[in-house]
């Protein structure tokens, strides 16, 4: 049975939502845990308050639709985003492991952000490329930051490390 461009769009926006949830349980948890990195910490809270803001656009959207998000998949991403960041809990490196996972996941949603501003236009939504680009820009952001502070990351966690301190996190 074929999809139309709408179904497809729907789909895209659904699945972006349940991204959001994902990424909040994921920077949530990692937060939880890290004692040795307080920009880091602030800029995670930060980007938090940007993924539930992210997720409340995506709803709108939805909601303009006539629809809303998937419950079963919004449940599924949280939990895979609380159990990726309980993987790197008992690592050494966690914080290390971490910063790239976060560095990956970032880039993921703006590929999916690029992919719903092309749905939204195929599908007609003229109503929600304003909110999808500011999630987009957003997370190109919080993907800058990231790669900005990785070299001072990498240097605080080997000089931690090897002066004996809790480095990982």
């Known amino acids: 049975m ?17 991204l959001e949830v994902q990424a ?5 948890r990692q937060v939880e845990r890290l004692e040795n990195y307080p920009q880091m910490v ?3 809270r930060q980007h938090i308050e940007e993924s ?34 309980m993987a790197h809990a008992p690592m050494q490196d966690e914080v290390l492991k971490n910063t790239f996972a976060n560095f990956a996941f970032e880039h993921y949603e703006i590929a999916s952000y690029k992919a719903l501003l092309e749905m939204a236009d195929a599908a007609g939504d003229a109503a929600a490329p304003q909110l ?3 999630s987009l820009d957003e997370e190109i952001r ?8 990785l070299s001072e990351t990498v240097r605080t966690y080997m000089q931690r490390e090897t002066a004996g301190q809790t480095s990982g996190r």
């Open 2 to 18: 074929a999809s139309s461009i709408t179904d497809i769009y729907l789909t895209g926006l659904r699945n972006a939502h349940a």
């Open 24 to 28: 909040i349980q994921l920077l949530e």
């Open 42 to 44: 602030e800029r995670l």
């Open 52 to 85: 539930r803001n992210q997720s409340a656009r995506l709803e709108q959207i939805l909601q303009g639709r006539g629809t809303s998000e998937s419950t079963f998949k919004d449940m599924l991403t949280g939990f895979m985003g609380n159990m990726a960041a």
């Open 132 to 134: 999808l680009k500011q």
């Open 142 to 149: 919080m993907a800058q930051w990231i790669d900005q502070h």
